[in-house]
């Protein structure tokens, strides 16, 4: 179990830390309207969209020197992990000037492009500005972070992310107390990201010395070869971004900015709990690459085994408890005529189901080297993508966005499971039964609830059932998985 350590304080650290984002990101919101309205916050998170669109000069980088980095020291190859650790500060720091400048330029548009009300242009102009800069810093936390992943060191990391976060949240208290507003927002964005780049920094630092390395060497060629290797990277982070992150922006721009609040809400609830299951994507990442770096097929597919009964159980058990609860936790949490239907609900939660696959085995032809194939696929899913949604958009309004995300992502979703066993020599069947096995569980718990229809929208009513529906399903998913809990009982891994 010790070679899955450093991935489960990973994954556990970023589970604790969704925990307390999930405080700011919906338990907050009815906070937000006491000091803003629903078309002032829709304002942000069309806001949000277009710094997360800058982002995008990052380019997948983070990835590919994750994965080279993680190869050097598989093979030890300390000479190698020295020019790819100062291609990774010095990349970084250029990166981040990149991302400011751009940015800066566009800023006194942003409001215009978002069809923000005149009345509060100003506030979000600023609140842009702020937002810009700390991503800037965050980009270089994204980067720097790196080396607690190769190192497989994450606890501290964890902690400091908790810290950080919890402080994060008691300063955007603080700040809408003192009359900031919609600015609030985007000051406690920047105290986390200053803080996260602090105390990590210090940590990499004391690691660095400890570990006796020595001062990383900034080669043009090594970053040449680097940024070359990112170039389908980009284009699939764009395809990315276009996907899960600028759906508010889409949305203010060609419906309006209250109608953007309405699908974020509506889909919050999946939203967050999909988080959950990108973190366990995520934290396996370098595991994968350094055990793909090892070639050995035997232990590449015990752990694809694992590492997907895991994937695969947190993403179709967050996703039932967001097609079960989320119109009645709405009810209660903003109010049901912020809740934007099932139908809507619905198509929302098949489109992040084929998100998230497509981006876990995304994740997994990363780490065996193979980034730009599925860069490639992305690119071409993502041009689906973009078709579809134009030529739906004006027809079905919010039903645009998930509809054409589940039709590019079904199209293209069987191509990474032909690399993955074609390239790899990962088996994929592994996968297959997994996914029909947890399906058919959900499903049969799905059709129960709607046979039952119960009255959710009492506050009595609701917590029995989330109690009651939470412990039977608990014992079957239990029922389903003993295999699986054996394996780790016993410690075959």
Request: charged share 10%.
């Amino acid at each position: 179990m010790s070679k899955y350590s450093a991935s489960i304080y990973n994954y556990l650290f970023n589970s604790i830390n969704a925990i307390v984002m999930i405080v700011n990101g919906i338990i907050m919101v009815p906070i937000y309207f006491k000091f803003m309205s629903v078309s002032t916050y829709g304002a942000w998170l069309a806001t949000g969209n277009v710094v997360a669109m800058i982002g995008l000069v990052e380019s997948g980088f983070s990835g590919v020197i994750t994965q080279k980095m993680s190869v050097a020291l598989a093979k030890e190859d300390f000479e190698k992990f020295k020019e790819l650790a100062g291609a990774n500060i010095y990349t970084a720091l250029f990166m981040s000037i990149i991302v400011l400048i751009f940015g800066l330029s566009i800023y006194p548009f942003v409001a215009s492009w978002i069809n923000a009300d005149l009345s509060i242009r100003s506030s979000i102009t600023e609140a842009y500005i702020i937002s810009l800069f700390s991503a800037v810093i965050s980009l270089l936390v994204s980067l720097f972070g790196a080396f607690p992943q190769v190192w497989q060191k994450t606890k501290t990391v964890g902690i400091i992310n908790t810290v950080v976060n919890l402080i994060s949240i008691g300063s955007l208290i603080i700040y809408l107390n003192l009359g900031f507003g919609v600015v609030s927002l985007a000051l406690g964005y920047a105290t986390r990201s200053l803080l996260n780049l602090i105390g990590q920094g210090i940590w990499i630092m004391q690691q660095w010395r400890k570990r006796e390395l020595k001062i990383p060497v900034f080669k043009i060629q090594v970053a040449k070869d680097i940024v070359k290797d990112c170039f389908y990277p980009f284009l699939s982070k764009i395809s990315n971004v276009l996907m899960t992150n600028s759906q508010s922006f889409i949305i203010a721009l060609f419906v309006n900015t209250t109608a953007a609040t309405i699908f974020d809400i509506t889909g919050k609830i999946a939203t967050v709990g999909c988080s959950f299951v990108s973190m366990a994507n995520g934290s396996f990442f370098a595991l994968f690459s350094l055990t793909f770096a090892k070639r050995n097929t035997k232990d590449i597919n015990k752990l694809f085994r694992n590492v997907s009964s895991v994937f695969l159980n947190i993403l179709l058990s967050a996703l039932l408890y967001a097609a079960v609860f989320s119109e009645s936790i709405i009810h209660f949490w903003v109010g049901q005529e912020k809740f934007g239907g099932n139908t809507l609900l619905g198509l929302i939660i098949v489109s992040l189901l084929v998100i998230q696959l497509r981006q876990y085995f995304n994740n997994v032809l990363y780490s065996g080297g193979l980034m730009s194939k599925s860069a490639k696929l992305d690119i071409y899913s993502v041009l689906l993508f973009l078709v579809v949604l134009l030529l739906i958009i004006k027809s079905l309004g919010l039903y645009a966005i998930p509809i054409a995300s589940i039709i590019s992502g079904l199209v293209f979703g069987g191509l990474y499971l032909v690399f993955l066993k074609k390239e790899l020599n990962v088996e994929i069947q592994i996968i297959l039964k997994q996914f029909s096995k947890i399906f058919i569980t959900v499903i049969v718990f799905l059709f129960i609830h709607f046979l039952l229809k119960i009255n959710l929208l009492d506050i009595h009513n609701l917590i029995k059932y989330i109690f009651l529906f939470t412990c039977f399903y608990l014992i079957v998913l239990g029922f389903t998985n003993l295999n699986f809990l054996s394996r780790f009982k016993y410690g075959k891994k």
